[in-house]
């Protein structure tokens, strides 16, 4: 990203009433461990080099004004902090709203308004985080110019809430973990019951991780996220409630094979498997990187997608084609559908020397298929969220 020409941008747009600052949120892809946080399963993440970036200057009144360089069309948009309530209408800026509106509600004084310009480059709606990763860009903005001395898991723990109080999704905290606590070179095993983590070295060789946007854009997603919450939840209770564990993470295959047969519901039933089974599969798979077993580490991603399809029912004809053509590629370790489902990316590892053909190949033989093209991206694995020299 050209740091200059935001900042250009930015004198254009606002008149910056006081010292202008920088801050970048990354985005996320999930490495394995899909539908499980909620549970307080284990998840693998890692934060990549697509991000949000933000420019920010206090003002001297009540003002809250938004730009956003990907949505220009919307021009600068007007709040106040004083008026926090949600409008449908309010579209990207009610993040801002929301994340101003769960500070002021916890008690941490946000007294004067802001000017903000912001501009990703995170596909938007594809399960990459766009979203945690505005959330959490603007909670390192407003902590630092607020000075509100909040810790990284505190701004991890009000972003989340925002999402499932202001915007009303159910989503758990992996994404504004990851967001907020990305590290070079590693992935993140996440704790979810235990809001802990440990960061795992990711040496893939020579291979990459390669993220594929189906550009199908997610349907009903929200909706649909929270129906499977529901279901997944009451199947495990009745799990838990037979068994002698405490936590969903401390479940095993054997638990689900005596007390599965107790959901009635064989939806619910296959949901109650799906997180168990994924649960096992993340630790395997941590297992599988710290011993240096790629190949196993790929099959695990490769299982996961199968359970995500099959038992969790999440995916989509788009994302089950992509993941079809991975495996059947040489040269590729594994490939499973990430983030939310319902459309949306695959995240694949494939071998660096094959990457050429490889994009060639899928984009042809989907365009075929569907009408339209994917987009390909490799991704590296980069920091979490962070203030950015204004300088450079
Ligand atoms: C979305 C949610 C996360 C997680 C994933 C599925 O990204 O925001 O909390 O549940 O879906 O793994």
Redesign the pocket.
């Known amino acids: 990203m050209n740091i200059k020409k935001l900042v250009k941008e930015y004198k254009e747009v606002f008149n910056a009433h006081s010292e202008i600052k920088g801050y970048f949120a990354p985005g996320r892809v999930?490495l394995i461990g899909?539908?499980v946080?909620?549970h307080g399963g284990f998840v693998l993440p890692c934060a990549i080099n697509y991000g949000t970036y933000m420019i920010i200057s206090k003002r001297n009144d009540q003002l809250m004004n938004g730009y956003s360089m990907n949505f220009t069309e919307q021009g600068v948009i007007k709040g106040n902090i004083d008026h926090l309530e949600r409008n449908l209408s309010d579209d990207w800026f009610s993040y801002v709203k929301g994340i101003v509106k769960m500070l002021v509600d916890k008690g941490y004084s946000i007294d004067k308004g802001f000017d903000l310009l912001l501009n990703g480059n995170i596909p938007n709606g594809a399960?990459l985080?766009s979203s945690a990763s505005l959330e959490i860009v603007l909670l390192e903005g407003l902590n630092d110019l607020f000075n509100l001395n909040l810790s990284t898991k505190e701004m991890v723990l009000i972003a989340q809430s925002v999402e499932n109080d202001y915007i009303g999704v159910n989503?758990?905290?992996?994404?504004q973990y990851a967001v907020a606590f990305g590290k070079d070179n590693n992935a993140i095993l996440l704790d979810c019951e235990k809001i802990e983590h440990e960061y795992v070295p990711l040496d893939l060789k020579d291979n990459k991780i390669l993220i594929i946007n189906s550009n199908k854009q997610r349907k009903l997603s929200e909706s649909k996220?929270n129906e499977r919450r529901t279901e997944s939840t009451s199947a495990l209770d009745t799990i838990l409630e037979k068994s002698d564990k405490t936590f969903v993470n401390q479940l095993t295959e054997k638990d689900y094979l005596s007390f599965g047969n107790l959901i009635k519901n064989e939806t619910n039933r296959k949901r109650a498997k799906h997180v168990i089974t994924e649960n096992l599969r993340t630790k395997k798979a941590h297992d599988a990187l710290i011993n240096d077993n790629l190949i196993e580490f790929g099959q695990c991603i490769n299982e996961s997608h199968i359970s995500l399809k099959e038992d969790y029912e999440v995916s989509s004809k788009e994302l089950d084609f992509i993941v079809e053509f991975v495996r059947e590629f040489k040269g590729s370790l594994g490939a499973r559908m990430t983030?939310?489902g319902f459309g949306g990316c695959v995240v694949s590892i494939v071998n660096d020397a094959v990457i050429e053909d490889f994009t060639n190949e899928l984009t042809i033989i989907y365009t075929k298929k569907f009408g339209y093209k994917p987009s390909i991206y490799i991704a590296d694995v980069g920091n979490g969220s962070n203030k950015i020299d204004l300088e450079k």
């Open positions: 999930n899909g539908h946080d909620y399960g985080s989503c758990g905290i992996m994404d996220y983030g939310a």
